[in-house]
């Protein structure tokens, strides 16, 4: 125990050096001891062989006893002194270690902030070169269509000149012949650039569908490119192709640029396909959304009542799209007041969707619960009970029909308007309508619904 500043202040140097010093001292005392005794030992053994017996040597022996007393507490404080000071150097070689762990720990610690820091560069650097391997991919592909393109002119080239060399006598035979073979590789090089940009189609929903909507971006102006150098401007599988970059830009909440390509995708279709075909009223739809997310509701209107339009005419009045667009007409009337429409339309889909799913189909109880909401915005209270209650007597029957399994509450109509897309209508009937325009019939002639803004 050292003092300092009136203070004590304790250090395990500082006890360890004063138990020493404190064994060090009775060390010397017990040897002073030591020596008294056999002082008083010599002197009693004098007096034994004189035979004398006084007050001085009792007073001796008084002096022994005192002192053997003290030796037997000297020894037992060294022994105490010496095990303090074993513990203490064991605890020193405990602290030392435990310094010594400290110091790993840290070093440790220091070495796995650098492992992470290191990881993180390899994956930005793995991304990186999987972003170049894509684009070289690409790239290969390109330059071996290309290749594949100019064989296929040289041998039409050469068919050409071959043909001018024959005789008259054998022209008209030797004519056909080269014309088969020409018609044979023009349709070869046809079906190679099918293959091409589908590849270069799945390639860009690959990358859209794991969120790289650069790469998908890119891959998509690319194939753009490559069609109307090709193809023309007015292609089909250019269409396509765009109409992946809308959904590119959507996700990106770019839409004046998604409605500004989605335009020219109606125009290709609308060249190619004609006004009234099933491909301009899914690209009619989804404008209508993306005008309906810039809050322009009037021109989403009209978007969408020619889309109406258009799949009544193809479809039949009584078809589920139909019903599902009358579903999409009534959540922008409603955006614009007009609230005798909205109950109408409603009304009109419930008619279809009741008649080719049933009462207690889940389209029947959305599109109720839709009518009740308009309802309760006109403060028709009443109408509005009228209308849930027959939703919780579908839901009810659901529930006694699955068991305990549950369902999902249906939403307000103007999440018809989200850039996700709702769940394919399901048919009760296994057998498909004759004009029904299922998914595996729209996917290449629409671009899949699956990627499309809505329904």
């Known amino acids: 125990v050292f003092s300092m500043e009136g203070e004590e202040s304790y250090s395990f140097n500082s006890l360890l050096d004063g138990t020493q010093a404190v064994r060090r001292g009775l060390e010397a005392l017990r040897g002073e001891h030591e020596n008294l005794l056999s002082v008083i030992t010599q002197k009693e053994g004098f007096d034994e062989e004189h035979e004398e017996k006084s007050d001085e040597s009792l007073l001796l022996e008084c002096k022994e006893a005192t002192l053997a007393e003290s030796m037997n507490r000297l020894n037992g404080g060294l022994h105490e002194a010496e095990l303090l000071v074993m513990i203490l150097q064991y605890i020193g070689s405990l602290e030392g270690d435990k310094k010594k762990l400290r110091a790993q720990v840290r070093r440790l610690a220091d070495e796995n902030s650098w492992l992470r820091q290191e990881l993180q560069r390899t994956q930005q650097q793995l991304q990186e070169v999987e972003s170049e391997a894509c684009k070289i991919k690409e790239e290969k592909q390109h330059l071996e269509y290309t290749i594949s393109l100019s064989k296929t002119s040289e041998m ?94 959507r996700e990106q909440s770019k839409l004046d640029e998604a409605v500004k390509v989605l335009l020219e995708v109606l125009e290709i279709r609308e060249k190619t396909n004609g006004r009234e075909h099933q491909t301009v009223a899914s690209t009619l739809n989804n404008l209508s959304v993306l005008y309906a997310k810039l809050g322009e509701y009037k021109t989403a209107e009209t978007m969408c009542r020619r889309a109406l339009e258009i799949r009544q005419k193809l479809l039949g009045a009584n078809h589920p799209d139909v019903a599902q667009q009358l579903v999409n007409l009534a959540a922008l009337c409603q955006h614009l007041g007009k609230y005798e429409e909205v109950e109408w339309y409603y009304q009109r889909a419930l008619e279809i969707y009741q008649t080719e799913f049933g009462l207690d189909d889940q389209n029947v109880i959305k599109t109720l619960n839709y009518l009740g909401k308009c309802h309760m915005k006109q403060g028709n209270l009443e109408a509005a009970e009228k209308v849930f209650s027959k939703v919780r007597s579908s839901v009810q029957v659901q529930d006694l029909g699955t068991g305990t399994e549950s369902r999902e509450q249906s939403s307000s109509p103007t999440l018809l308007l989200r850039t996700e897309t709702p769940e394919p209508v399901k048919r009760s009937s296994p057998q498909p309508r004759p004009h029904s325009f299922t998914r595996v019939q729209e996917q290449r002639a629409e671009n899949s619904r699956v990627h499309q803004l809505c329904y």
């Open 156 to 249: 039409g080239e050469l068919s050409m000149k071959t043909s001018g060399s024959i005789e008259s006598g054998t022209e008209g035979n030797s004519l056909t012949s080269q014309e088969s073979k020409v018609k044979s590789l023009s349709n070869e090089s046809a079906r190679s650039d099918s293959e091409h940009f589908e590849k270069l189609h799945q390639y860009a929903i690959q990358h859209l569908h794991q969120g790289r909507h650069d790469v998908a971006l890119s891959l998509c102006k690319k194939a753009v490119q490559e069609i109307e150098l090709t193809h023309g401007r007015l292609h089909p599988d250019r269409a396509n192709m765009m109409n992946i970059m809308v959904v590119i830009y």
